[in-house]
């Protein structure tokens, strides 16, 4: 980006994050992402020699380095303490779209495997039993019938794209568009289930604890109480002390 040329606070970090794609990737960052693949998942439209010139400029910047994690193991981007402070930042653009940018998803905005790339890294792996959980997600209603698996283990969470070739121990058959109103807040599960948008099949109890494994995105409280007229706790103006 061109500098501004205005000696202010507001156009100098205008100059380092302001660019198309960069807060985003800012976001991919705060919430765990580190390898520039992993990067590169959460960001599809992006080019890979865009976001390595974008990296390489925030590193430029003090925002991101380029490093091993503090055990060692494969070098990743991490968010230096400048970078860190930019969490309120993104939470408060994300608390003003969820009130003022925010409707139905967009038909070019239903991507089902960034929906489940999503989730899979906001799953409450504490609460998993100890044995290995599959779950098929059946995705209808977008450009085709979409077959996805998160393969769920306290160990860790995997993505797959194709059958990984164990037999699902609960399904998720669900509209794409309710599923995604649903992760970001826009209705309630209980809601979508109701209505035959989400219907979740497998044993009784794995259905009943599938809701608690998820923690809902980020934004989702913003967004349900913006989609219910109310302000967000944390945007309301405080009384003067």
């Known amino acids: 980006m061109e500098p501004y040329g205005q000696y202010c606070p507001v156009a100098r ?3 380092i994050f302001a660019d198309r794609w960069t807060l985003l ?11 520039f693949n992993d990067l590169d998942r959460g960001l599809p439209g992006i080019s890979r020699p865009l976001l390595a010139e974008r990296l390489r400029r925030l590193e430029r910047a003090g925002v991101v380095e380029h490093r091993r994690a503090g055990g060692g193991g494969e070098p990743g981007y991490y968010l230096t303490p400048a970078g860190r ?11 003003w779209g969820s009130r003022w940018a925010f409707g139905d998803p967009r038909p070019d905005e239903l991507d089902p495997v960034l929906l489940l790339w999503r989730m899979r890294r906001r799953i409450r792996r504490e609460l998993l039993p100890p ?3 599959v779950v098929r997600f059946e995705f209808r209603g977008g450009r085709r019938p979409r077959l996805l698996w998160l393969v769920l283990e306290e160990s860790g969470v995997s993505l797959c794209l194709v059958d990984p070739g164990f037999d699902p121990d ?16 826009r209705m309630d599960l209980g ?32 967004v349900r109480a913006a989609s219910r007229g109310a302000l967000p706790a944390a945007s309301r103006p405080r009384r003067a002390s």
């Open 131 to 133: 044995r290995r959980v």
């Open 13 to 15: 970090a205008a100059e």
């Open 25 to 35: 990737i800012i976001r991919e960052l705060l919430a765990g992402a580190h390898r």
């Open 85 to 95: 402070e930019l969490q309120e930042v993104v939470d408060s653009i994300g608390r």
């Open 170 to 185: 609960l399904i998720v058959g669900a509209d794409l568009a309710a599923f995604y109103k649903v992760w970001l807040g």
């Open 191 to 222: 809601e979508a289930v109701r209505r035959g948008l989400v219907h979740l099949d497998g044993a009784p109890a794995l259905v009943r604890a599938f809701p608690r494994w998820l923690e809902w995105s980020p934004f989702h409280d913003a």
